[in-house]
């Protein structure tokens, strides 16, 4: 008897969450991601920053997926992880003069935007100053930089003061 509530209580668990998931897209919205991208599997909804986001993956392809919408159901843009090998020439060939062939690439996005041009995203990891740090670099198509962050583990800013 036990094992039939732990079952049915289970159940009903699963059932409510997929009912959640179902809830954070408007039924136009999640029409509109079917239509663009009839070979999404695994889909799972959210909200951010005040938009529906539609994280999966593509049928036959490597990577995850994020897929962003307004309220209104409009596509604002997709973000898709991509291969190193996968990135435009131009993106590789400028990256790999100003870092070398040889720096490690931890991630790399493609994001295709609604009226707007592509931008691909390279993650690598480098040694600078002692810290290890990931360089997030933005490029055009045709290899411009565009932005550059960076990130450094275990940073804390009272060292940037001690004298090297």
Known sequence: MRKLMFAIIALCA????????????PKSTRNAFEARYPNAIDVDWDKKHGYSVAEFHIKGQWGECEAWYTKDGDWVMTSFDIHYSDLPTAVQSSFETEYGKETPVSDVERLERNNADTIYFIEAQMVYNGYLTSLNLDYAEDGTLLRTSVDVEDYDNVYYYLPW
Do not use: F, Q, T
């Not at 699963?14 to 897209?25: E, I, Q, T």
């Open 14 to 25: 699963a059932s409510v969450m997929v009912g959640c998931d179902d809830d954070r897209a």
